[in-house]
């Protein structure tokens, strides 16, 4: 029997009638129980149309049309982007903690201590490792934070060298999300995984480098199928702002750790001459 009004936004509802005509909700809603969640669940991840692994699939395979599919109203075919980034991120930052090299904290070394010219300076360079540890502690608890600033970052270049394309900065932001979120998948399954059995510093920073490698290749072909970019020219473009942007990122993102962590150019140029 249908209800007199909607159990959701309380409108109210014609006898008969399947959905509410305010919200969309159906008009009759059944009690939660084992079986119904179980489906509920199983039905929100694998659905063909729209499920988290259809989108999975879709960036997989032309993530270009797929984020434009998107942008230009077919909103129900796709998993929700928003709630897709924030999963994917979850398990990257999830992926961190379990592989990522924790290694030893850095301490302040009896050599540079014996040698630094006042307790002041002593206090200075202590502080300094005490920062160099919490920012370690951010990157690696805090990936999904830094991730979410490096789309709107990196969505300023692809829109400003691309912005006469009919796109405007929201939805480059958009599709930037989901292109990110995918490519981060690499260092959630491969690099960070790679990283607990390698021991070299040396062997960490190639498999950090190829991933990085991956992230500008993959953002430069979405790139060229959101944008319908054909030409040669084009894509070299959509290249060349793929890795611009990225490597300004972290750039960017280690210049702002040097600044937070030294604070000072004379303590910075003392440290520098006692590691030499």
């Known amino acids: 029997m249908t209800p007199a009004n909607c159990l959701n936004c309380d409108a109210g509802l014609l006898p008969g009638t399947s959905f509410c005509a305010g919200c969309g909700q159906r008009t009759i809603v059944h009690r939660?129980?084992?079986?119904?969640?179980?489906?509920?669940?199983?039905?929100?991840?694998?659905?063909?149309?729209?499920?988290?692994?259809?989108l999975l699939k879709s960036l997989a395979t032309h993530p270009g049309s797929t984020a434009r599919a998107y942008i230009l109203g077919k909103r129900k075919s796709y998993f929700n982007p928003f709630t897709f980034f924030l999963i994917l991120m979850g398990l990257f930052v999830l992926s961190n903690n379990l592989f990522g090299p924790a290694g030893k904290k850095p301490e302040p070394g009896a050599r540079v201590l014996e040698n630094m010219p006042s307790p002041?300076?002593?206090?200075?360079?202590?502080?300094?490792?005490?920062?160099v540890n919490k920012v370690k502690a951010v990157f690696q608890k805090n990936g999904n934070v830094v991730a979410m600033i490096a789309v709107p970052f990196i969505s300023v270049f692809s829109w400003l060298f691309f912005r006469k394309r009919g796109f405007n900065y929201a939805e480059h932001l958009t599709a930037n999300m989901m292109f990110i979120a995918f490519s981060n998948l690499v260092f959630t399954l491969l690099v960070f995984p790679t990283q607990a059995v390698i021991s070299s510093g040396g062997g960490m920073f190639l498999v950090v480098f190829a991933g990085m490698v991956f992230q500008v290749l993959y953002l430069s072909w979405s790139l060229n199928g959101f944008l319908q970019l054909t030409k040669t020219g084009e894509k070299v473009k959509s290249f060349a702002v793929s890795l611009f942007s990225i490597v300004l990122w972290a750039v960017f993102s280690i210049a702002v750790m040097a600044i937070y962590i030294y604070q000072s150019r004379d303590f910075y140029q003392f440290f520098l001459k006692m590691k030499g």
């Open 32 to 54: 939660i129980t084992l079986k119904h969640f179980g489906h509920e669940f199983f039905h929100a991840f694998t659905h063909t149309d729209k499920g988290i692994f259809h």
């Open 120 to 131: 002041q300076a002593k206090a200075k360079y202590v502080g300094m490792i005490s920062r």
